[in-house]
């Protein structure tokens, strides 16, 4: 029989060791992630499989028999149809959207006055950049550069017919143009907006609640189509003749108020998430409605929706080709409308101009979403244990 | 309503005279006061009157209203009947008037609802600068001085979820210091942290009745009643049902329940 001893006393205390091999490094994660069990095994391999199999074809196609320059369709053309090309050759025409190039970024605007659209790109991204960098200062003065500024200056400066600029009609703009500058309103405008009407919706004033619930459900409840359409067929209709306006400005207060009812939806699941302690301490330090909102709440809960707004954000942005149902032309619209021109009809241009848009609509969209998983990581200051 | 007003308004003169007390030395007076949560009367004719000075210990069975009564103070819960009266300012719908006292009532919760979103010394200088309009620098001078006092001036620059939960009250105790208030409300202040942290923090509260604070405390902490309190209150079932001295409190209660209470928390 042992004897259990009841009593023990630790005389030295235990100090950290390093992790034993074979638990952190290259190896381990290889064992741990690829080839953990049998079907995780089989799994990996299926998937190297498959990308051997597809990625070299589409490598050949976008980028080794791939046309770069070009006069015309002959250049993306097999002889059979009339082109250069051996037969059964296949591969991306880039050559069109090289030579459409122009009209993919502003549509019919006119060549010689493009210098002002590129001039307002330039101001965007000298603005834009260090917005987007937290270390740079003085980014109260920035944001209202950019947000009040930029585009007081932009419309000057797109639209013309002041300070000796030729008008141009919004009618002509199209292209990344329509697309860009249709999203940073919708984005500007919509944001605050939400704001507003989320904090309306959650209001103890009945008048104020009812209108932002009215207006949210409303909105919400119809497609962008259907607003873009009416905006642009029946609004005319009831207009006293005469009265006109602009068709794109339509399509800017369609697009903003469309988003602003999502976003608003958005940021009252983040107010939700804030818990009552939050506003009562603030309501015990005497922070006014205001200042409760702006230092405390607000923070913290837009904070907690990033991925949610990011989202609308993207999804905004890729609406904007709905316009195309109102007759303008963004990105995508442009491109299609080329495919139309006889001089660059061939098998291949349909697939690389679409192909050229979807990359161009990803750049964007995944340049908002990684900076969106960046500043959520920049902001996390909750420090869970 | 008109006579109503008019009897409560009587019974604080007389209750002014019979004390022989002038009103400035009254820093809350609470009168016939009644709270409803829908049709459940949480709240039943409330009567008290604090003094300045006066350091107050409120205790009783969960659900008896404490804290729902010291919540009325600072309107963050709003009373259906009867007078508040906080520093000479009545609390009613008046918006402006319950910022005037919130800004002079400090009040400290049970989960410390410090803003995660703002450093130590951000929590402790947001109300000063904004609310009291204190310069900046002003304002930091302030908050470090109070979080000396308590002890944690090392700690200005962290956020609160990288502090321990007793460290994380006594930022709570000092950004309501921050803006000088002429009362401090205690919400259950030490009932949400762990055994080794309570001592810290009824230090720090003692420290302050020392000084002379106007404190209302609602706590479970009964060595701390005994040693700093002037007055306990007991309270169940919405009602106040006994106070006293301490000395006389614990050692001769006479309401039956509070001698239950009594015998179920001090073994």
Known sequence: MQEHDMSWVRTEMALAQPAPAGVTGFSAWVRKNLIASTGDTILTIIGFALVVMILPQIINWAFINAVWTGPNRTVCATVAQGGIQPDGWSGACWAFVNAKFGQIMFGTYPVEERWRPILVGILLVVLMVPMLMPSVPRKGLNALLLIVGLPIVSFFLLVGGAFGLEHVETARWGGLLVTLSLSFVAIVVSLPLGIMLALGRRSRMPVVKMLCVIFIEAVRGIPLITVLFMASVMLPLFLPPGVTFDKYLRALIGVSLFAAAYMAEVVRGGLQAIPKGQYEGADSLGLGYWQKMYFIVMPQALKLVIPGIVNTFIGMFKDTSLVTIISMFDLLGIVKQNFSDANWATAQTAKSGLIFAAFVFWLFCFGMSRYSMYTERRLDTGHKR | ?267
């Open chain 2, 1 to 267: 309503m008109a006579t109503e007003n008019a009897v409560s308004a009587e019974e604080i003169k007389v209750n002014a005279a019979k004390m022989h007390i002038s009103d400035t030395d009254v820093a809350i007076d609470i009168v016939a006061m009644h709270k409803w949560y829908g049709e459940f009367h949480v709240l039943k004719d409330i009567n008290l009157r604090v003094m300045r000075g006066e350091r107050i210990v409120i205790c009783g069975p969960s659900g008896s209203g404490k804290s729902t009564m010291i919540r009325c103070i600072n309107r963050l819960e709003e009373h259906q009947k009867g007078k508040i009266i906080v520093d000479g300012k009545e609390l009613t719908n008046d918006l402006k008037k319950i910022d005037e006292v919130r800004r002079e009532v400090g009040m400290v919760f049970q989960h410390f609802n410090l803003f995660p979103h703002l450093t130590i010394l951000e929590n402790c200088t947001l109300a000063p600068i904004w609310v009291r309009k204190t310069p900046k620098k002003q304002a930091e001078e302030i908050a470090m001085h109070f979080l000396k006092r308590v002890k944690i001036p090392e700690q200005a620059n962290k956020y609160p979820g990288q502090l321990s939960g007793g460290q994380q009250q006594r930022v709570a105790i000092a950004r309501s210091l921050c803006m000088n208030p002429r009362i401090m409300l205690f919400d259950e202040p030490t009932s949400a942290l762990d055994p080794e942290m309570i001592k810290e923090v009824l230090e720090t509260m003692v420290g302050l009745a020392e000084e002379g604070m106007t404190m209302l405390c609602v706590t479970h902490e009964m060595g701390f009643a005994r040693k700093v309190a002037n007055r306990v209150i007991f309270m169940d079932q919405g009602q106040i049902v006994e106070q006293n001295t301490p000395a006389e409190f614990f050692d001769h209660p006479r309401h039956e329940r509070t001698k239950l209470f009594l015998s179920q928390i001090l073994h």
